[in-house]
């Protein structure tokens, strides 16, 4: 069980390490990063200068491999826009788009869960009709257009919600709406499919015997068996929400990074977008080593199977 | 003198709807279980006897429809009874146990969760008197260290202890009807033993009244005070063990019993028994004998009209073939 | 006699029809069908329908609402935008970007991923190892960061964006490709074709990929969707195709400003994706119901 945790964990980083590795091959690789830095009517003198003050003149493994040596130990360089610690800058910014993806993922599953066991309990129903035409319409809305509705809807015309920034909690709800809706039908099907097969099962049959109520077959017996899938595919869902926030994160003026990361994009501080990319891999593999040991703790079937080991 | 009996059906019919018609998989059942007696149900797979069970517990799938002329449990119409009353007597007065130990208990939650839910969903029992309820059931069906027990999953034991777990939990309200169906057929023979006395021994000691529900005529023998013998979807004889299985009258009980090989009885050298052809299909309506394309004695009159149960003393059976003429017949068979 | 259930062969067909009259009783397969072959009609005959030239800026009819508007008029069926285009014309003409960024993206991701999914799943083993190596890799990858990086150097031109889109989002095709050729390789006709001596690629060119393909249309039709979804945000954002041309994406990105007091500048652009997509996603989901089941999860 050790030697298969640690196979695991070293598979994690070598695959974060290698996304790290192909994005800055591909910055480097789609363009001279010194010229882009320097402007289209730099000199050329001017341009040299400049790949030799950022090292961009040495062999591209050596590039990568000091750069992440140095990331490895928090140490991301420092901004050529900012002229600051990229550490600093993603400090106060990524707390703000964590705080909009757990919102985010909460709205998904808060829709998506009751709608999925209301469906099952009741297929073929009006209901389940409702929840697959949600379905269909969640995937095929593009973010940012229902983005700017929601802001003309609830912001300009009903005035409820502020439309933009990140003062309060109001300022979270239009963004979470947003950026969640689009997990909320793969949600909704997984815990309605979860649910049916669920439902069917013998040991269903057995709580009806027993003379159990309905809400005590539903949520207690059923829903803990269908919920094991569901928590793994929403820490997944999570982790697409933080790496896929820019649009929306541009679209409502919040200072998360993936606005930053676009804006560094836009003006070609590569440290901070390299650091960004390399953050994001990680927290990626790191949520779905922690949506396996989730369904282990979970399900007790693989629980004991663990502990003995 | 008849007692009340604990549990009466007249008429019982459940119909299934298919694509292609509907199916009746059991057609006009009667049946009477009176306190501390073992009825057993007996018949081949797809005779109905399952969901003949299922019906009298209101757990029939939604797409089987019961009709009946007369359920009741104690005096209790369970025809007329709301969803909500009848789940108060389920798991309560009524109790049921299946066939299939191994998937039969939820995984997620431990087997001392999922008996004292039971007994605190029914009775008024704290935390800690529904866990001694528990842990008095688990050593009264026989498993060691039962304390211990009450904190562990379901996958941990095996099929045996499963199988008595789920005895225990049914038994946890003191039911006055325990209906086994199949308990037995998805263990090992040697543990089939164990588990037949055990549910004889607590159904004599809490007296309570038993259906056990098998194709197995050796534990119905063993086990059951009465028989009914079902064949596609219908009672076709019925009687006390001894009398049936010493003298059955309708050539399918015959049938089945030729079929067994009796130690000191059956010639060596000689073939098993055997039935030719199928059971008929159960789809859309059905004139006369279920039997007769399967029956050496079939008549014309078969398959004219809706063969009645014909009672005797102590046996009553669905055959045109008078009571004597029949016995005969199983006689000179047998020789 | 009572009677036996007869098995009744005389409405016997070919897997094929029987799979093409399940289709058709489809409904939300017909909905996305019909759908569809709007848009493509729309694409193709751009150029017959538009009543102006999409590009034509003339300043002094900028704005103008829409025909139900009470300001509009049918001279302008959709109005104008800020730069006084005829919306109608860039609508129609916006339509051709968006077919054939997803038809060209999904055609270059699905040769990635169903090559590298059929190998998995055909031979195993290391291959295998290494295919799925790939895939944790690109699953990890924070997509519209890294096609913004790209755009951004590269320069935004639509080749640019094809390019990036297809090399992106071959994902679900490898996933599902692996598992259906793994099925594939355990029946009979292959270990058949191994002993009469076929070469393993002629087995998997002529054997195994016909009975894939109908996994590989309902994956297209699926990712196609994806495609679209994700130039129109690349471009709304300013890293995607780059204006005059009229992305339904680009047009919305443009409006921008005018959304508070034209707010039909951004709805009927937004309306005219979400049909697309939603058309192909019926299209794709009664695709996948009838041919091919276990994409599903």
Redesign the interface.
Known sequence: MFAYTIKRIG?TL???L??SF??FL??HL??DLAQ?MAGADAKAADVERIRQQYGLDRPLLVQYASWAAKALTGDFGESFYFRKPVTELLADRFPVTIALALSAIVFALGLAIPLGVAAAARPNSWIDRLCLSVS??G???????FS??LI?FFG?TLRWLPVSGSGSWQHYVMPAIALGYYATPALMRLTR?GMLEALD???I?????????SY?IIFK?AL??AAIPIVAVSAVQFGFML??S??IE?VFAIRGIGHF??EA??R?DFPV?QA??LI??FV??GL?LLADLLIAV????LR?QVEAL | MLTEPILHAEGLSVTIALGEGSLNAVRDVSLTLQRGETLGIVGESGCGKSLTSLALMGLLPKKAIRTARRLAYADCNLLTIKDEAMSDLRGNRMAMIFQEPMTSLNPVYTIGNQLTEVARRHQRLTKRQACERAIYLLEKVGISAAAERLNQFPHQLSGGLRQRVMIAMALMCSPDVLIADEPTTALDVTIQAQILNLLRELQRDLKMGMILITHDLGVVARVADRVAVMYAGEVVETGTTAEVFSRPLHPYTQGLLRCIPIPGKTEAGKPLGVMAGTVPSLLGEFVGCAFKNRCSYAMQSCSQRRIELVETERHAYRCLLPEATSSENYAREAR | MNNPVVADLSGFLAPQAIARRRLYQHKGFIIGAIGLAIVLGMALFAPLLAPYDPYEQVLTRRLIPPFWHEDGTWLFPLGTDHLGRDYLSRILYGSRVSLAIGFVATIISAVIGGTLGMAAGYFGGRVDMVVSFMLSTRLSMPVVLVALCVVALVGGSLTVVISVLGCLLWDRFTVVLRAVTMRERSLDYVAAAKAIGCTDFRIIAREVFPNVFPAFVVIATLEMANAILLEAALSFLGLGVQPPLPSWGLMIAEAKEQMYFSPWIIAIPGCALFALVLSINLFGDGLRDVLSPEGRN
């Open positions: 598979l070598l695959v974060a290698t996304v192909i994005s591909t910055l789609s363009g882009a269909v319409v995937q095929a809305l593009p973010s940012f257009w700017l509705m003309i300009v499919a099962s013998d040991y049959r057995t709580a009806r015997a027993k003379g159990l109520r005590s017996h803990r068996n790496s896929g820019v649009v541009t990361a676009w994009i836009s070609s977008v960004i990319v994001l891999a990626y593999v779905n979970l399900d007790p079937r004991t």
